[in-house]
């Protein structure tokens, strides 16, 4: 899957964002590609603290700063970075069940958890420029020999599918797609990804709804009806669990 790496899918205020970092992505190494989705860097110079927000996906990220180097498991709720003064993070995005050969325990004991990096891997001499320290956090990956394991593959062709298809929407669909039983597929997403299928299923539509407001879509009720919400009130509930404002506060704030 080619990684994508312009859209601002759950980035909060992604205009406001802009003012005040740059997130500058790239791709990773063919050989690293069936794992990792992308790395990212921020770096910041305020004069004012920034407090950003993020939806975040179903992956697991791998965080160097000044500060600290932490591994990141799947967030499920709201992730909040205030940003202070000057400084750069660059890190990995794993794909969807990438990060397990790396680290074969169950994804879901690391769900809403951060470790310190040297619990996986070996020390990581990240220095320089920021390819440098990319090609460094790789060299470490590398190093660590992750395991062959045909699942993550099946993983990532499941969450391909469910991008690439916005009338994939229910954990059934995924199912008869994948040729498993639901409880054969929760245990898989259990144990590889860290979250259910139907999580993973109502953070995309999520990030689809959030951005499309972003970039000036009026008709929220059409929206909710169109990315297969029961009725408006059960888009209303979930958009503001998520995003913790209601369609029509997040419209107005980013339109």
């Not at 709720?77 to 794993?94: D, S, Y």
């Not at 920021?130 to 590398?142: C, D, H, L, S, V």
Request: hydrophobic share 40%; charged share 25%.
């Amino acid at each position: 899957m080619t990684p994508d790496l312009t859209s601002r899918r759950g980035i909060l205020d992604p205009e406001a964002a802009e003012r005040h970092f740059r997130l500058t992505r790239y791709a990773p190494s063919e050989d690293l590609a069936h794992l990792v989705d992308r790395h990212w860097v921020v770096a910041w110079d305020l004069d004012e603290p920034y407090t950003q927000e993020i939806v975040t996906h179903p992956s697991f990220n791998m965080v160097f700063e000044p500060d600290a180097d932490l591994i990141y498991g799947v967030v499920t709720e709201r992730f909040r970075r205030q940003l202070r003064r000057r400084g750069m993070a660059v890190a990995t995005k794993f794909r969807p069940g990438g990060f397990h050969p790396f680290h074969p325990v169950p994804a879901h004991t690391l769900t809403n958890r951060v470790i310190p990096v040297s619990d996986v891997f070996a020390p990581f001499a990240v220095e320089g420029s920021e390819t440098e320290r990319i090609a460094a956090m790789e060299a470490g990956m590398r190093a660590h020999e992750p395991v062959d394991d045909p699942r993550v593959d099946e993983i990532g062709a499941l969450y391909a599918a469910i991008l690439a298809d916005p009338e994939l929407r229910r954990v059934d669909q995924l199912c008869s797609l994948a040729g498993y039983s639901k409880r054969t597929l929760q245990r898989l997403f259990r144990e590889y990804v860290g979250v259910s299928p139907k999580w993973v299923l109502q953070r995309i539509r999520l990030h689809e709804a959030a951005d499309r407001m972003a970039d000036g879509e009026g008709d929220w009720a059409g929206l909710a009806i169109e990315l297969g919400y029961f009725d408006q009130a059960h888009f209303i509930k979930a958009f503001k669990a998520a995003i913790g404002r209601s369609p029509a506060e997040y419209s107005t704030a980013t339109g």
